[in-house]
């Protein structure tokens, strides 16, 4: 049961969000999750700074996951969410910052797992 929260400094269009979803669908398998059951949002325009600065293009992307992943696990999940906003919106790597949480509650369809 993963969601992945994705908040971009650029604008995203219709079929940049189904690239960045059929990749992001693929990509959860690194941390031993189905596609089945990934939820994703976007939320573009989104103001971002670092350092004190407003990145021209940058993200933010939060990974939540039912349990956990390994250390090596999260490192090349990591490494492919760059890659994938580098590829398909221009985002460098050094302006994507992606955090990680296990969740042991999740709940859905009236009942928790």
């Not at 398998?29 to 189905?34: A, D, R, T």
């Not at 103001?47 to 999260?74: C, P, Q, T, W």
Request: net charge neutral.
């Amino acid at each position: 049961m993963p969601f992945i929260d994705s908040k971009i400094s650029i604008p995203v269009s219709r079929e940049e969000r189904e690239n960045l979803k059929a990749d992001l669908g693929r990509a959860i398998s690194i941390v031993n999750k189905p596609e089945g059951f990934l939820m994703l949002g976007f939320e573009d325009n989104y103001d971002l700074y670092m350092g004190g600065k407003k990145l021209d293009k940058g993200a933010f992307v939060s990974v939540k996951l039912f349990g956990s992943a390994s250390a090596r696990e999260y490192n090349a999940m990591t490494a492919e969410i760059c890659r994938i906003f580098k590829e398909r919106l221009g985002i460098p790597g050094n302006a994507v910052y992606i955090t990680y949480q296990g969740i042991n509650d999740w709940g859905w369809d009236g009942k928790n797992f």
